[in-house]
């Protein structure tokens, strides 16, 4: 059985924003655990784009909707290459193989006689992809997330019998973990508590999709195709890809992590369309928050958009995990600041972790001949030891429960706990007597290995930060030993050498 987890199919009318950079950072990170703890992935990326947004789009640039989705999502993958993403699969919906499995898909719902011809009136946000209640019902009526105005559509459509499902979905968005946070669920529990309508799943008038196979003029509206992504994902670099062979190959999906914005389609459509095709709903739909700007919503008229790429030259890759990480809450909004983005690398980062490392590798190699010390049981009880046990638990609780910015606290709680108990015991006054060297080694030996502990609890948060602490402790993580067990305390080897310290990270400069 594989774990499968997916970020949203991003939207191909623009390059990343700092938005998606987040999410797809969150599923990086639980997937790097998952794998370490032993689980097989399947990490899920990649793009949509279908749909009347980007065909205008491309057809405001003068090119085809083809050679614009090729162009954006080549960006897409290099981005994710930059960050160092560790997805599995990279799915393009305007693929062949995705297509296959939307047409197969389309015929298991028509067996369930869910799919009939009607009439779609009504008001329509292009940006959104989306008929949208137009409460004044004019047409200066804007979207409220797009601020531009709506247009009205009167065509035939298919539609899909979403309200046959109302008692499914109803027990379905009930279930203790399929939807988090628990405010998201609330809302959608509110949103089908007024009645499912059918909705929708195909246009006349856009060329830019997947054709209906038995409608000539009807293509897929953009999120009925879209959704399928995840599935046809699965079996995308099979020779033989179908709906099946996604459904062998690792469906459902335990984690669908997305922006709040686009739990409906989540959370209510997408069962009802799996249950009409025989299929498994996904376990946990996860709707994350939005990100401000100094406290500032970012909008391209505001001219206040971070450019993802921008942090990750000036800052490289760490320091911006951390920061995502650590400093939201997974579900709630998120705020970035610069101030506080400097202050937070240089306190948890630099001051408090590679200090640590620093000095105390400093010290070690200064009165031990370049090597970690013997494993001296001086005391008769080791606290850091106990310490540290307790931190690598509450970590593995914490990640288990995707509150990721709780686990990155357990790792700078142990670092803190460990200069404490350096500041406390001052090796550097005892060394002056000859007496003390066994306490001494005890000392520096236990705050080396609780260093060891806490770089390779970084190793599914920031892989680059926690290969270095390793680096810089003598290479001791094994590949091929599990990762969880290399936290058991004590495994840091007496007398094995210490390289020249340098520093893991470098502290940042508020400008
Ligand atoms: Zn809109």
Redesign the pocket.
Known sequence: MSFVITTPLYYVNDKPHLGSVYTTIICDSISRYKRLIGEDVIFITGVDEHGLKIQRTANEKGIEPKIHCDEISEIFNINWKNWDISYDKFIRTSSINHELVVNEFYERVKESDDIYMGVQKGWY?V??E?F?DNPDNSATYK?P??Q?NLEWKNEENLFFRLSKYQKQIEKIINEPSFIEPIERKNEIINFVSRGLKDFSISRTNVSWGIPVPDHNNHTFYVWFDALLGYVSAISSDTKEHSLEKSIIGGWPADIHLIGKDILRFHAVYWPAMLISAGMKVPKKVFGHGFLTREGQKMGKSLGNVLDPDLLLSKYGNDPVRWYLIKDISLGNDGDFQDKRFVDIINNDLANTIGNLLNRTSSMSRKWFDNKVPDNEKISSENKLKQLAKISVENYHEKFNKYKLDLAANEVLNLAINTNLYLNDNQPWLLIKEKDNLPIVKEIIYNVLESTRIIGLLLLPLLPELSSKIDSQLGSLYKKEIRWDQQLKWGLLISNSSLPKPSPVINKLEYE
Request: proline share 0%; hydrophobic share 10%; aromatic share 0%.
């Open positions: 946000c940006g959104c989306e949208k979207c997330i797009h531009k």
